[in-house]
Structures are given as C-alpha cells and as structure tokens.
C-alpha cells in the first residue's frame, strides 16, 4: 500500500464508471438503485450549480444533512470544484448549527430536506432559498482557503467533533488523509464489486463517512444508504443479501433485542460475511452473543476524527481465534503507534498509558485554532490521543480508557470501560456508562445503566451481581437503571450529560 495516495476523491467515482459504468454503486431509500454511470451525472450537474451560486476551491460548504443520496453528491460536486465538504448532521440544535456555521464561515450552507424534517427546520429558520438543486443560503463575505497542489495538503472534509462542549473544534482532513484510509479499509475487508454494504450509521459523521461511504466507492462495492438506523430495517436487510455490516455497539445490542422480539434466534448462513465495531471497549461475553448470532467474528476497530479515523483494526479473523480477543486489533499499515506515560506522569501505569500515532491518517489540525492544534499535535506531526491503551504480548492495542475520564478514587485509579463490561455482563443490561464524581477529598464512581426491554433489574441487582467481579473501590456508589441512555446520532452515549440528566435519581 502506498504510504500517501496522490489522488483527489472524485477521481473514486471518475475510475468506477470509466470501468463498470452500469454497475450499481448506491441504493437509497428514495432514489432507489444508482449506477456508477448515473452518479457521475448526477455530480456534473450539481458541481455546475455550485459554481454558478458562487462556491470557488478553497471555500466551505456546509452540508446540514442526513443519510441521502444528495450527501454522496453534495461531497463528490465539492471535491470536483476543489472546496471543502463539511457536512453536519441535521438533528443537532440550531444553537449548534449556528456555532459550527459561525466558526467555519462556509460560502453556502445546504439542507437536505428531503429527507429530514429537521433540515427542513433548519432551512426555514435561516431563510434558505428554494432555487436550484437544493435549499441554501449563501454567505456573501466568506473567504476562500488556497487551494493546494498536493493532495496531501488538500483539504477534502471539514468535519467538527462530536460532544464538543466550548469552542467548536473543525478536523481539516485532506483528500491523502482520507484516500489512505478508504484503501485501508478496502484491504482489511477483502471489498470488491461483489460486496453490499449496509450503512445506518450517518454519512455526517467520520465513520459513516470515510469507512462505509469512501470505503465502498474505492472498492467499487455497493452501498445502501439507510436514513437513519432501525434495527428491524437492518435485520430484513441482511435477510436480503448484505454482505458487510458496519455498526457501533449499541446498534448490535438493538440488534440482538429486535431479533428476539421476532423470534430470530439466529443470522447463520446468510450472504453476510463481515460484520465490525469500533468507539468502546469490547465485553467477552457481549462479544461472544454478537458472534454467536450471527456465526462470525466480530472484527473490532479503533479510531477517531483527527485520524481519518482509522488507527488499529482487527484483521482476518476466524470466529474460533476471536472469542478471547476484545483488543482493537493491530495498528494499521504504514502507522507508528506508541504508548507513552500520560500527562503528568514519567512512566507507564502496569503497561498503561496515552496512545499516540504518528503516519499518513493525521489530520492537518483543527481548523482556525493553532492553539488547540498545538495542544495534541507535535512539531514532527504525532498526534496525541488523549485516549489510554496497552499492548498486549502479541502487539494488539487494548483500549482501555480516556485520560480525562480516569477516575482516582481514594488514590486507586478506577478506568471506566473496566466497571462498563463488568456491568454489561448482567443479561439484563444493554449499554452501560460509568463517569466520576467529584466528593469533598475524593471521587466517587457513578454507573448508568441501559437495561433490555421489559427487564425488571434493579441498582441492588447490579451491586450484587458486581461483588465478586470488581473490588471494593472500582465499584459504583451509585447505579441509575434507565429504560435509555442519552446518545449521540452515532449511538455513542454522552457521558458528559448523564449526571445533570439524572440529577433528580442522585
């Protein structure tokens, strides 16, 4: 694999219907099935209307949006006139929208209507104008980034992070950034034309984005494009031929839940061959269910934003290697990946520390904000992850928490993901989150708890349930059972809001 692809990402699409015009490349709930041939028409006409309501290269166009094909073509027109896709997932608050809009200053903001009641809000409350392919609005004094030869330079995405709580930080990901990684996730998924993959999770977010969407079109496979994940929606559509599911945990735990409302005790001999996770630490026996249902091994991933996301992913497994193994894998090619002491300390915790990474995937920093770019990125471009990891005796990275969200309680450090899988083990547990405390001279350990459907567990349950799994001090004060968690789009749970959002049951 070349260590950095000179290529922009429109040329995806140029090389696909060059070879295999008539050859489906998407599936949309609305649009139905596109070919290769057929997008590439649809991206000319709206690369011309771009440029004529005024989008030049180096300019941002902000993309308030949901799963659609109009987000596939939106992306592609982008590239093709050298500007900045920054699509924005359409469910966020106005507050938000208007923040991100504000910082990134993106020449013209576009909705998919559409498709989302919520972009539709958006458009009418910001004065969209109806002409031309899509609602808009035009922003007059926006300035233009210089273009750049070089993809590597290039930006392609300006993608904001998720859970961004003060000033909004804008990952300026390149056209090489993110080109890397879709070859990445071609090889480590055997893709080819032959392949559907089904995509729930939202195309505004990076991994939705770069693995299933770019992951797809470099491998020339087909896509399906859902609107937004249902688990029901899904189970029909591996029944109906998908080969490649891509989801975070807890779309798989609403998975495994909706199959047994329908009485599908198994996925066995189905077209689907490949199925992968990323964005938590992985539970033995949760894994175990995932692989026993759907007989296949559970591929395990770990990434972020700043890295394009990918960073260290499990490859070529067999179902009887993977049972034990709830690392994220080994690093990816062409990457050198560390753990060094975390902040404040001189050497590593038993093997613990901050992982960072230095290679091809890192982003060129965050948009207008040198100094929180200084922050995570060294003179030599290691990036700094924030997140705490180990490597094991054969070289695979174990996450095992954030090094903001350590909680020291009574001087033994307490990692979060640890107490979440003990809790998870309980049959009536679907998600779980654990997040400190502050108490006068200590911390404390907090636990929420997603419980399945219809289940009756209870805090005396789950302390029980925890005493022999846990010591004294790892375990929680306090559990709060609730039927659900709070949650991004991505099904990522947001931990920073659960102890206002549960104030009342402290």
């Not at 899904?234 to 609403?254: C, K, N, Q, R, S």
């Not at 207008?368 to 990125?377: C, D, G, L, P, Q």
Request: charged residues 20%.
């Amino acid at each position: 694999m070349n260590k950095h692809i000179d290529a922009r990402l429109n040329e995806f699409l140029l090389r696909q219907t060059a070879e295999r015009p008539q050859a489906i490349g998407w599936h949309f709930e609305q649009e139905g099935l596109v070919s290769f041939e057929t997008m590439s028409g649809i991206v000319e006409r709206y690369a011309k209307w771009l440029a004529q309501i005024g989008v030049r290269g180096g300019d941002r166009v902000m993309l308030v949006a949901e799963n659609s094909l109009q987000i596939v073509a939106a992306a592609l027109a982008t590239w093709q006139l050298h500007a900045w896709i920054m699509p924005v997932n359409a469910r966020l608050s106005a507050g938000e929208i208007d923040r991100l809009a504000q910082h990134a200053r993106p020449r013209c903001v576009l909705f998919t209507v559409q498709v989302s009641k919520e972009a539709a809000q958006h458009a009418e409350r910001l004065g969209a104008v109806e002409g031309g392919l899509m609602p808009h609005v035009l922003v007059a004094d926006a300035g233009a980034e210089p273009v750049k030869a070089r993809a590597e330079e290039q930006v392609a995405a300006l993608m904001y992070t998720t859970g961004t709580t003060g000033s909004p930080k804008g990952v300026m990901l390149s056209h090489a950034n993110l080109a890397w990684y879709a070859a990445v996730t071609r090889d480590f998924r055997r893709l080819s034309p032959a392949d559907r993959t089904y995509c729930a999770l939202p195309l505004t977010h990076i991994y939705g984005f770069a693995s299933a969407f770019l992951g797809s079109l470099h491998a020339g496979a087909r896509l399906d494009v859902a609107g937004r994940f249902d688990p029901n929606a899904t189970l029909d559509a591996i029944e109906g031929g998908t080969t490649v599911l891509p989801a975070v945990p807890a779309m798989y735990a609403h998975l495994l839940d909706a199959a047994q409302a329908r009485g599908i005790e198994n996925l066995h001999n189905k077209p689907l061959r490949y199925i992968m996770t990323g964005g938590a630490p992985l539970d033995v026996d949760w894994k175990r269910r995932v692989e026993s249902f759907f007989n296949l091994p559970l591929h395990n991933g770990y990434g972020m934003t700043e890295c394009a996301p990918g960073i260290a992913s499990s490859k070529n497994m067999r179902i009887e290697t993977s049972a034990q193994d709830i690392s994220c894998g080994h690093p990816l090619p062409d990457l050198d990946v560390r753990v060094v002491p975390q902040p404040g300390a001189d050497a590593l915790n038993d093997g613990v520390g901050e992982i960072v990474v230095k290679g091809p995937n890192i982003m060129l920093g965050y948009f207008r904000n040198a100094e929180e770019t200084s922050k995570v990125m060294d003179a030599d471009g290691t990036f700094h992850t924030g997140d705490l990891g180990r490597f094991d005796e054969e070289g695979r990275l174990h996450l095992v928490g954030r090094c903001k969200e350590l909680i020291i309680r009574s001087g033994f450090n307490v990692y979060p993901p640890e107490v979440e899988q003990a809790i998870t083990r309980h049959p009536g547990v679907t998600l779980s989150a654990v997040v400190g405390r502050a108490v006068q001279g200590n911390e404390e350990v907090i636990a929420f708890v997603q419980k399945v459907p219809n289940s009756d567990v209870t805090e005396s349950e789950l302390q029980d349930f925890l005493r022999d799994d846990l010591a004294p001090y790892k375990r929680p004060s306090r559990i709060v059972v609730a039927d659900a968690l709070p949650a991004s789009s991505t099904g990522k749970i947001l931990k920073s809001t659960l102890l206002e959002a549960f104030a009342d049951r402290l």
